[in-house]
């Protein structure tokens, strides 16, 4: 898979900036030494999952592809929304067949596609998982958006999260469609299993 270069751009864009807040809280933590060692620490942790999602997205994947229920993806779905503090969201329309998914690398596109989400929407925003079986062509799209009208926010971290998210969901012979409007609009589509 080819490496966009876009993606790449936000990622130095962001680690420069993420580079000179460090050098302006190290400097600022020589002088005083509790607020901004704080600050310190969260720049870090901004860092480290940065450098994480850029590994994510170049390094070679293992993958495990086996027919999974329908249910249970749209309910790891939902409860990876949930755990990012988007309350009340509720399943809709699941349908009864298998898909064909990597149980761990799809975890991992979920919790990705999630932190973008909750980056969007205001915390405790109702969210709907929707899931559409699409018999003609085999696949089944399950779909996220939240129930009411929000302004999107993207940040660099956000697109670089659902990069790595869409080549995981890709490699498993998948695809991710992220929508600008509505915010937390999302759709993963998977192959139904024969």
């Known amino acids: 898979m080819a490496i966009r270069q876009e993606v790449l751009n936000d990622v130095e864009h962001a680690v420069g900036n993420l580079l000179q807040r460090m050098h302006h809280a190290a400097r600022a933590a020589s002088s005083?030494?509790?607020?901004?060692?704080?600050?310190?620490?969260?720049?870090?942790?901004?860092?480290?999952?940065?450098?994480?999602?850029?590994?994510?997205?170049?390094?070679?994947?293992?993958?495990?592809?086996?027919?999974?229920?329908?249910?249970?993806?749209?309910?790891?779905?939902?409860?990876?929304?949930?755990?990012?503090?988007l309350a009340e969201v509720n399943l809709?329309?699941?349908?009864?067949?298998?898909?064909?998914?990597?149980?761990?690398?799809?975890?991992?596109?979920?919790?990705?596609?999630?932190?973008?989400?909750?980056?969007?929407?205001?915390?405790?925003?109702?969210?709907?998982?929707?899931?559409?079986?699409?018999?003609?062509?085999?696949?089944?799209?399950?779909?996220?958006?939240?129930?009411a009208e929000v302004a999107a926010v993207a940040t660099a971290h956000s697109s670089m999260a659902e990069a790595v998210a869409a080549r995981l969901i890709e490699l498993q012979g998948g695809e991710l469609?992220?929508?600008p409007h509505p915010a937390c609009a999302r759709a993963v589509v998977?192959?139904?299993a024969s």
């Not at 005083?32 to 310190?40: A, I, M, S, W, Y």
């Open 32 to 85: 005083v030494v509790d607020p901004q060692g704080e600050r310190l620490q969260g720049t870090l942790d901004d860092l480290e999952r940065l450098l994480e999602l850029l590994f994510d997205y170049v390094s070679p994947v293992e993958i495990d592809v086996r027919p999974t229920d329908a249910a249970r993806i749209a309910e790891s779905l939902a409860a990876h929304l949930r755990a990012q503090g």
């Open 92 to 147: 809709d329309g699941t349908p009864a067949v298998r898909v064909l998914a990597d149980p761990r690398l799809l975890s991992r596109s979920f919790s990705l596609l999630a932190q973008s989400c909750a980056r969007e929407c205001d915390q405790g925003q109702p969210v709907v998982v929707e899931s559409v079986h699409d018999a003609a062509g085999d696949r089944v799209e399950f779909r996220v958006r939240a129930t």
């Open 177 to 179: 469609h992220a929508r």
């Open 190 to 192: 998977l192959p139904t």
